[in-house]
């Protein structure tokens, strides 16, 4: 068909057009342009009464604000990195569980990200840091200065924090609650461990209120002892134990905390029905998806590069590149350790176990790694992944305890190896004035059997203190609520009975209920025929 | 008329099809089972235990056809279905009493 042409509305509309091109270039030539960057980031930049004029001590404090805020960037951006570690963990505990269960260790996994965080700023953060004394780098921080303390033959010990409640007390504060976004990141990692230990027969309200326990008061009682300024980390300046208790990123604050009370846990809930025969040997159950679980070990290793370097609380520390590649390192090295471990002993480089191996050397170099070699980094790497198929067959074959995930073995064992690995490979490069004691941290094997000793203690702290209080926790709500689902929820799958939704629901499962066919669907198109006769013909 | 139920490998499946189209089978109904017979199961390994497997996938294929077609149907599935390793499975074969096709009403051997 012939298109008449409106001449008139074309020709308004070219002139339009070349007018509004002509206000662009001419605007792109005024405007001052810098493609290649050297123009951008002036002296005029600096904060000074008179712009660009800055006096000397404008400039200094122009740089001394800028040295915070490169920390607190830093700090906040190894923080987010952490938060998404929580994805990692929930991807490797469902993938290494049942379909049948996959809703619930997914709702557990996202619910202790809720219910952690929340807890943690109710309580947890002010016991663990109301008393630290302050974050230099991080600005001042100086209304954490409530500690309390006991004193014992002549000497200070730190046993709790008090201020800070519900960011209360001086805390509402972008030092502060910078601090606070790192710290809690940290915390619901050591929570969210238990989850994978005690899948597919733990009851969705008991473990809420583990969410609660180790947020509040569990994890910050241990952590206030080594990071918050307490007894743990006094024991250099108390009884010149090196420098006092040392965990750099929390191989023991985090995840010997979490493995120990999923060691607790375990044992209280009892084994998955089928785990084990009637003569004790155990059963593999196997996951249900591995290449979310190899997805989930990839997620962790990408987090813990914020997990570890972020420690340093410092983007100006450059310490920080050593950190990374000794995390980097001590987690390939644990990932090929216990696949060649494997490869040897079943004939198989067996994938769960390979990716167990990695997590474990990460685990493992957590405490460590500021203190260490990257050579010293391998080796703790490739003992870490022995160590945890140790770990977990003798957890399964001789203690014959259902954890499904390992997660005593890659947490618990290797946590606790980690602190203790600090003590004899710390090389003397780092950690001057480190807990208050001068001169560089140094291990047994670089003549400092006193650090050794100390590490020593805090692992036997918190082997001690961590178990008992989380079985105690669990016997009690096992007394009372029950920790356990029902057998006939545990055999048919507890998605239904504890979440009410399945995770997999096939759609061949579900009839069609009586539907009205929109009109745009009418084999006839006439459209507003919804009636019957209709319905048929279009085959419904 | 005589069912004649086939147990079969699930990769032998096409080869089937193709076979008994040749001589005329036009349709069947195929489903996946599980089973065990002499081909004894496997070992699957998670972490640091092991598990006997001794539920195998297998896929059971159904036919209806007349009385006359039945040992050269059985034949020609036998010959595509078989490899000469213990698993290769097994066909049944039993009586139908009636046969109804939906869409017309028919019955008997025009419904086949």
Request: with cysteine.
């Amino acid at each position: 068909m012939h298109r008449r042409v409106n001449w008139r509305k074309a020709g308004w509309v070219t002139l339009l057009s070349l007018f509004l091109i002509g206000v662009v270039c001419a605007a792109m030539a005024w405007a001052a342009s810098d493609p290649s960057g050297t123009a951008t980031g002036t002296i005029s930049d600096v904060t000074a009464k008179v712009a660009g004029k800055p006096t000397m001590d404008e400039i200094a404090t122009q740089v001394g604000h800028n040295t915070i805020s490169i920390n607190f960037v830093w700090v906040l951006l190894t923080g987010f990195l952490v938060m998404f570690m929580q994805a990692g963990f929930a991807l490797v505990e469902t993938g290494f569980t049942r379909a049948k269960n996959a809703a619930h260790t997914m709702a557990m996994n996202m619910v202790v990200y809720g219910v952690g965080v929340l807890g943690f700023f109710l309580t947890g953060y002010a016991l663990m840091f109301g008393g630290v004394g302050g974050v230099a780098s991080l600005g001042g921080c100086t209304a954490l200065n409530h500690e309390l303390t006991v004193n014992l033959f002549g000497k200070t010990f730190g046993l709790i924090g008090l201020n800070g409640f519900a960011f209360t007390g001086g805390t509402y504060d972008v030092g502060c609650l910078c601090l606070f976004l790192f710290q809690v990141v940290f915390m619901d990692a050591a929570a969210t461990i238990p989850t994978g230990a005690m899948a597919e027969r733990w009851k969705f309200v008991p473990f809420c209120l583990w969410g609660l326990f180790c947020s509040m008061l569990l994890y910050p009682l241990f952590g206030n002892w080594v990071w918050g300024g307490g007894w743990l980390s006094q024991l250099g300046t108390n009884f010149a134990l090196g420098h006092g208790y040392i965990d750099f990123a929390g191989s023991s604050v985090v995840h010997a905390c979490g493995g120990i009370a999923a060691l607790a846990g375990i044992i209280v809930l009892g084994p998955r029905i089928g785990k084990f025969r009637k003569d004790g040997t155990p059963v593999a159950i196997p996951g249900h998806n591995l290449p979310m679980a190899v997805l989930g070990v990839f997620i962790l290793a990408f987090g813990w590069f914020g997990f570890n370097p972020g420690s340093t609380l410092s983007g100006n520390d450059l310490r920080i590149s050593v950190v990374a590649v000794n995390t980097m390192l001590a987690s390939c090295a644990g990932m090929l350790s216990a696949m060649l471990y494997m490869w040897a002993t079943t004939k198989k480089p067996d994938l769960a176990m390979s990716g167990n191996g990695c997590l474990a050397g990460l685990v493992a170099i957590t405490a460590p790694c500021a203190f260490v070699s990257p050579f010293g980094a391998i080796i703790i790497g490739l003992i870490s992944g022995l160590i945890v198929i140790w770990v977990a067959q003798g957890v399964e074959w001789k203690l014959k305890l259902d954890d499904p995930v390992g997660a005593v073995a890659v947490h618990g064992a290797n946590g606790l190896w980690g602190v203790i690995s600090l003590g004899l490979f710390a090389d003397g490069t780092y950690g001057d004035k480190w807990n208050g004691v001068s001169g560089t941290v140094r291990g047994l094997f670089y003549g400092d059997s006193s650090q050794f000793i100390a590490q020593l203690i805090g692992a036997v702290t918190c082997f001690v203190v961590v178990f008992g209080l989380s079985y105690l926790f669990f016997k009690i709500i096992d007394a009372t609520i029950g920790m356990r689902v029902s057998p006939e929820a545990e055999l048919m799958g507890i998605d239904i009975p504890e979440i009410g939704a399945l995770a997999y629901p096939r759609d061949d499962m579900y009839s069609m209920p009586d539907v009205v066919i929109p009109s745009k669907v009418s084999s006839h198109g006439n459209g507003n025929d919804h009636s019957r006769r209709n319905r048929d013909k279009v085959g419904v | 008329m005589k069912k004649i139920e086939a147990i079969i490998r699930p990769q032998k499946v096409e080869d089937v099809k193709n076979a008994l189209a040749d001589i005329g089978i036009k349709g069947m109904t195929i489903a996946e089972v599980r089973g065990f017979g002499n081909q004894k199961g496997f070992i699957d390994h998670f972490r640091v235990s092991e598990v006997y497997v001794s539920l195998l996938p297998k896929m059971s294929l159904s036919i209806v056809v007349p009385d006359q077609q039945v040992n050269e149907v059985v034949d020609v599935l036998m010959d595509a279905a078989q490899t000469g390793e213990i698993g290769d499975g097994k066909i049944f074969v039993s009586s139908v009493e009636e046969v109804y096709r939906i869409r017309t009403g028919e019955q008997g051997e025009e419904a086949i």
